[in-house]
């Protein structure tokens, strides 16, 4: 069943939009919403964070080759330049049935700004966005991750700067004569954005080689993956030169030329001080002494709770146990073999609640991507399925024009549709920054989800590729300059595909 709200009532003709979140997919949907709205309607993002953070360059910060100045910028001049009100706040709960003082729908936010900090206040909405992205569950594991724990991250321009420094040291390490361990990659077994430790763990070996220290490292690349390729979405097939290969093969073969050792089908539990102890799908345990750490915490939904109008708790109706939200997906429990491409969501609507939409990560998906796997003592050694920077852009674009119609045509406007299993996406891991001694290996894949009833081998072997070399390097610095250009709303931001 799902509620119909009819926001354009007489008494209140103009809507009023809010996003949460001001990340990839909430500040698309934002820069959108107020190109296209005809002037009146209000469009509200709410973010706890006052700067915009271009998160695929926390890479480059972590090895020390930008700094967090180049890949954040203040939202708050943009928005007011867009005619957007942002309120600095994190949202704790939505009462998507009004409350007892009010029916209309509400959202209520906490405060973060240091002059308002910790005051609460519920926001009325026509229309929802949540687009608040992951939460970063380091708590998984115990001693995982830079707040107390005996890891670094770069999921944050912070944790990265904090990463650069450790490997600074390291290198300072190595350079004194003494042999160290660096491991790079996951730090539970159901992480998502191998993608992004994959990266990492490139730029990794190009810092070392660059300091001439590569010869007294030990570079480990420690996932989740059963087999390297799989980045969460089961591996990939590409066509090269009339043949076949696998992103298991070409993967593979990136590694033993820089040198880097994989530790595949691993599950961290825990991690002391210069220990790092896994279990292995067969089942056993095993420890791995280090020097540096990047593990990427597995992500969760933000917590939201729900409530009905007198306050009752309704979360799960909203949202799944993972705190990620429900929408359009067939969330049907069924084994691999029958998973299908339909299963995965189209409008991003919520379930039951025809004004609220969830895009990017905070959208619950229907299953993983990639065969899911369980050690013999039951433990669950899988990727969560990626939803990457563009994917999470054309989610954003989507519900803002699903917005702009129903306001401009009426409420029977048919929502626009982007599923996963009809999109594109391209992951491009650089290594190094200079623009003659960079490198990338550059993978493009359409759609993410595979679809078996219509390509054989799952994806398009046009559009999926893997390729290496310093052109694909010039293609992510473009896109750093390109994604900034856009999210600053300059000049023609709106040709900027997601
Ligand atoms: C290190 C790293 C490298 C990556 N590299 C690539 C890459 O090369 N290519 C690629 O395509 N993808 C990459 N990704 C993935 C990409 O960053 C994500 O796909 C993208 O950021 C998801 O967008 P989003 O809007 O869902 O979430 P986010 O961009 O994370 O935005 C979430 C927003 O919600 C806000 N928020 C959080 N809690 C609340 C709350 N309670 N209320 C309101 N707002 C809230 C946050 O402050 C933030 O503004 C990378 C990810 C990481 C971690």
Redesign the pocket.
């Known amino acids: 069943m799902c509620l119909e709200v009819t926001p354009m009532k007489a008494s209140h003709p103009m809507a009023d939009i809010v996003i949460?979140?001001?990340?990839?997919?909430?500040?698309?949907a934002a820069l959108h919403l107020s190109r296209l709205l005809p002037k009146g309607h209000k469009v509200t993002v709410?973010?706890?964070?006052s700067q915009?953070?271009w998160?695929?360059?926390?890479?480059w910060v972590?090895v020390g080759k930008m700094t967090k100045k180049d890949v954040v910028f203040p939202l708050a001049p943009v928005y007011a330049r867009k005619g957007i009100d942002f309120v600095q706040?994190?949202?704790?709960s939505l009462w998507p049935r009004g409350d007892a003082d009010d029916p209309r729908p509400a959202v209520e936010?906490e405060h973060t700004s240091d002059s308002r900090r910790g005051q609460t206040e519920r926001i009325r909405y026509d229309y929802l966005v949540n687009?608040?992205?992951?939460?970063l569950k380091f708590q998984m594991t115990q001693g995982l991750g830079p707040h107390g724990g005996h890891t670094v991250?770069?999921?944050?321009a912070e944790h990265?700067v904090d990463a650069a420094a450790a490997l600074a040291e390291t290198i300072a390490t190595l350079k004194a004569g003494t042999p160290q361990t660096l491991v790079v990659g996951m730090g539970h077994g159901t992480c998502t954005?191998e993608?992004?430790?994959f990266?990492?763990v490139f730029n990794v070996d190009h810092e070392l080689r660059q300091a001439g220290v590569r010869d007294r490292a030990r570079l480990v690349y420690l996932t989740n993956e059963k087999e390297l390729g799989d980045f969460g979405v089961g591996g990939m097939t590409f066509a090269e030169s009339g043949f076949e290969t696998t992103s298991e093969l070409w993967t593979g073969s990136l590694f033993r030329e820089r040198g880097v050792e994989a530790i595949l089908g691993a599950h961290v539990d825990k991690v002391e001080p210069g220990v790092v102890h896994y279990e292995t799908l067969d089942g056993t345990r095993h420890t791995l002494d280090f020097d540096f750490g990047m593990l990427?915490p597995p992500f969760g939904g933000?917590?939201?709770t729900a409530h009905d109008r007198d306050g009752s708790d309704i979360t799960s109706e909203l949202f799944a146990p993972s705190g990620f939200m429900k929408v359009d997906a067939d969330y049907t429990a069924k084994p691999y073999e029958e998973w299908r491409a339909a299963d995965w969501p189209k409008t991003y609507q919520a379930v039951g609640y025809d004004n609220i939409w969830a895009?990017?990560?905070?959208f619950a998906p229907p299953h993983q991507i990639s065969r899911p796997h369980k050690s013999p003592n039951g433990t669950v050694i899988a990727p969560s399925p990626?939803?990457?920077?563009?994917?999470?852009?054309v989610?954003?674009k989507t519900a803002a024009l699903s917005i702009v119609d129903r306001i401009k045509r009426g409420p029977s406007a048919p929502n626009h549709e982007a599923s996963m299993a009809n999109m594109g996406?391209?992951?491009?891991?650089s290594a190094g920054t200079g623009m003659r001694t960079g490198s990338a290996a550059a993978m493009t894949m359409m759609p993410v989800v595979p679809d078996y009833e219509t390509y054989r081998t799952g994806r398009s072997l046009e559009d999926t590729r893997g390729e290496i070399g310093l052109s694909g390097h010039w293609v992510?610095l473009m896109?750093h300059y390109l994604f900034i250009h856009k999210a600053k709303g300059r000049l023609g931001w709106q040709f900027i595909p997601e």
Do not use: D, F
């Open positions: 949460l979140g001001a990340g990839v997919s909430g500040h698309t709410v973010s706890p964070n915009w953070n998160i695929p360059s926390n890479i972590g706040a994190k949202a704790t936010v687009a608040t992205g992951p939460q991250s770069v999921c944050t990265a954005c993608g992004a430790a990266e990492y990427l933000v917590p939201l895009v990017g990560i905070a990626p939803r990457t920077g563009m994917p999470s852009g989610m954003g996406a391209a992951c491009v891991a992510k896109l």
